[in-house]
C-alpha cells in the first residue's frame, strides 16, 4: 500500500500558530494534503489558510454545517471523512511537526504489514514563560521503552511507561472501520479515548520514542490549563470506554477495569447511595443485558458500599 499521508488538522480559532501548523505539514514529502477543517473561527484563521491554500493545492479547507462549531471531535471526524490517503495523522493547529516526521513511521509500515498504527515521541515550545518542573514534565512525551503490540492497552491504563499524544501517531485510514471514530460528547479526553481503543483491538508499534517529531505548542490559552474540565470529563472517559467496551464483546476483564475505574471516581464525588443507585440504573440502561451479569451484581451500589463499609470495619 502506498505511504500517503492526509494530515487533519481541527482550527478555531489559532491564527497566533495556524500558518507554522500547516507549513510543517507541507513540507513533509508523505503528505498528500493538509485537511483543515475550519471550525467556525472568528479570528484570522481562514484567510490565513486560504492565503495558504492558493500557494499550495494541498491544503483543503472544509467547514461545519452552517459554519458552526462542534469541537475538535468532530472536526477530526470530518477530516476523516475527506480524508483522500493511505494513512491519517493529527495535528493540533497550535502545534506543528518537526522535519523527517513520517520517516521513521514508513519504515514500520513496511517491515510489518500488520502493522495499524505507529507512535512517536513529541516535545514543547512554550509561548509563556516556564518552571523548570514544567519544562522536565513536558519535554518530551513518551512511552519510556518499547511495548508489545498486545501488551499496549495496560501499559497506556497502567500509565507506568508514561503515555503518548495523538500529535506522533499515524495511523492506516482502514482502523477507523473497528474503533470508529471520535466520540463528539467529550470536550477533553477524547483523543485518549481513540488511543486506547486502538490499543485494545488493533497493531500499534513504536516509532521514535527517544527524541521528538511533532512539538507541542503550550500557551495560556490551551484547553489543558483547565483542569476542573478534566475531571468532569474523565469519568465520561471511562463511560465512554466501557460503553464501547461492552458493545464489542469484549473480554469481562476489560469491562470491569472501566467499571471499577468508574466507581472510584463516581464514589469521589459523592458518598450518597441513592445518587449512587440513580447513577448506576441510568450506566446500565444504556447496557441493560449487564443487570444480569457477574458485574451488574458486583458492582450493585448497595454491594459496594456494604463491601466497603466491612472493609472499614474488619
Known sequence: MEFTVSVIIPVYNAEAFLEKAIKSALQQPEVLEVIVVNDGSTDGSLEITEGLKQKDTRVKIYHHKNYTNKGRSASRNLGIEKANANYIAFLDADDYYLENRFVEDKKVFEQHEEAEGVYNAIGVDFYRTFSEDEMKELQLYTLTKVIPAD????????????????????????????????????????????????????????????????????????????????????????????????????????????????????????????????????????????????????????????????????
Request: aromatic share 18%; proline share 2%; charged share 25%.
Open 151 to 314: 501488551k499496549l492497552f495496560n501499559a497506556l491504563m497502567s500509565g507506568d511507561y508514561g503515555h503518548f499524544s495523538i500529535d506522533g501517531l499515524t495511523v492506516k485510514k482502514s482502523i477507523f472501520k473497528k474503533v470508529g471514530c471520535f466520540q463528539e460528547n467529550l470536550e477533553v479526553a477524547e483523543d485518549t479515548d481513540l488511543i486506547w481503543k486502538m490499543a485494545l483491538v488493533c497493531k500499534l508499534y513504536s516509532g521514535i520514542l527517544s527524541k521528538p517529531v511533532a512539538k507541542r505548542g503550550v500557551h495560556t490559552q490551551n484547553v489543558f490549563n483547565n483542569k476542573d474540565l478534566y475531571v468532569i470529563y474523565d469519568l465520561k472517559l471511562y463511560e465512554s470506554l466501557f460503553s464501547w467496551s461492552v458493545k464489542n464483546k469484549m473480554n469481562i476483564k476489560i469491562n470491569e477495569r472501566f467499571l471499577e475505574r468508574i466507581w472510584i471516581l463516581k464514589y469521589r464525588q459523592t458518598k450518597s447511595v441513592i445518587k449512587h443507585l440513580f447513577y448506576y440504573f441510568r450506566l446500565n440502561l444504556k447496557q441493560p443485558k449487564l443487570f444480569f451479569t457477574y458485574l451488574g451484581v458486583k458492582y450493585f451500589p448497595l454491594i459496594r458500599f456494604r463491601n466497603k463499609y466491612f472493609s472499614k470495619h474488619s
